[in-house]
């Protein structure tokens, strides 16, 4: 086997995807304006699916707003950020969601770095069947919101609200 460095044990690559080709084809979201307001001093960038299902307002919900979703978003990756142990690579990130005019559910998302591709992060939130969105951070520096490389956030179960 050769071991060169530019060499794959897999061959050649067959078809790449850039990121930037990811947002403009609608399949990732920028939220990179709103997470540096919220203290993430890296890109970050949600799939379509974890936007749609948390950041979109459904049709006929009152009360809420895009902009509040987003930051709440955010927000709560931050501190899951803060949170971490240095060199973990994946995150648990929870937050509330209300997706009807009745009650809030507790929605749980994995953010998971994306060292290789370094200053981008992206969050995904997967269902048990496991399609859904994404959340990424950089690993290194997490805990002083500062990081070289992207994250995604993975498996997200929805559990219903429990009272506090």
Not at 15 to 28: E, L
Not at 68 to 80: K, N, Q, T, Y
Not at 150 to 158: A, D, E, M, Q
Request: charged share 20%; glycine share 10%; net charge positive.
């Amino acid at each position: 086997m050769n071991t060169e460095q530019n060499d794959s044990p897999f061959g050649p690559v067959i078809y790449s995807y850039t990121r930037k080709q990811a947002v403009a084809d609608g399949v990732q979201v920028d939220v990179t304006k709103t997470a540096k307001e919220a203290g993430i001093s890296f890109p970050v960038f949600l799939t379509r699916t974890v936007f749609d299902a948390y950041v979109a307002v459904p049709e006929g919900v009152t009360g809420q707003d895009e902009a509040g979703r987003l930051w709440d978003v955010c927000w709560m990756l931050r501190f899951a950020i803060l949170r971490s142990r240095s060199g973990q690579d994946r995150v648990p990130v929870a937050l509330y969601v209300r997706n009807d005019n009745h009650r809030a559910k507790l929605v749980k998302l994995i953010a998971q770095s994306q060292v290789a591709k370094p200053a981008a992060a992206r969050v995904q939130s997967q269902t048990g069947e496991g399609g859904g969105p994404l959340l990424p951070w950089p690993r290194h520096h997490a805990r002083h919101g500062r990081g070289a490389g992207p994250s995604t956030v993975g498996k997200s179960l929805r559990t219903p609200a429990r009272g506090i």
